[in-house]
Nanobody, 115 residues
Framework: QVQLVESGGGLVQAGGSLTLSCAAP????????MGWYRQAPGKQRELVAI???????NFGNFVKGRFTISRDNAKNMVYLQMNSLEPDDTATYYC?????????WGQGTQVTVSS
């Protein structure tokens, strides 16, 4: 079964930083758009950031320059560097990749930002 595996979540104070990592199988990662989504309790899952295989990026409106998404095509890894974290960033963060006829999701990693 194809798996995306996230890591790097945790508890951080407001204003702090975290870096999330996602490992993907080459069959999914190569030439594919990779992304991060998040879901807070009681809210819908929302886009955080996506990156194409060529490195073009796009971010959710709430990011406002605080986050960076990057990928290492040699290692099949995608990263989300999050700076200036706010309590509203508290959520479960999911790695995502589109596939033929389905979406691939990781199990999620919890990010908690304390005020």
């Amino acid at each position: 079964q194809v798996q995306l595996v996230e890591s790097g979540g945790g508890l951080v104070q407001a204003g702090g930083s975290l870096t999330l990592s996602c490992a993907a199988p080459a069959s999914i990662f190569s030439d594919n758009i990779m992304g991060w989504y998040r879901q807070a309790p009681g809210k819908q899952r929302e886009l955080v950031a996506i990156i194409t295989s060529a490195g073009t990026t796009n971010f959710g409106n709430f990011v406002k320059g605080r986050f960076t998404i990057s990928r290492d095509n040699a290692k099949n890894m995608v990263y989300l560097q999050m700076n200036s974290l706010e309590p509203d960033d508290t959520a479960t963060y999911y790695c995502h990749a589109p596939g033929p006829g389905r979406d691939y999701w990781g199990q999620g990693t919890q990010v908690t930002v304390s005020s």
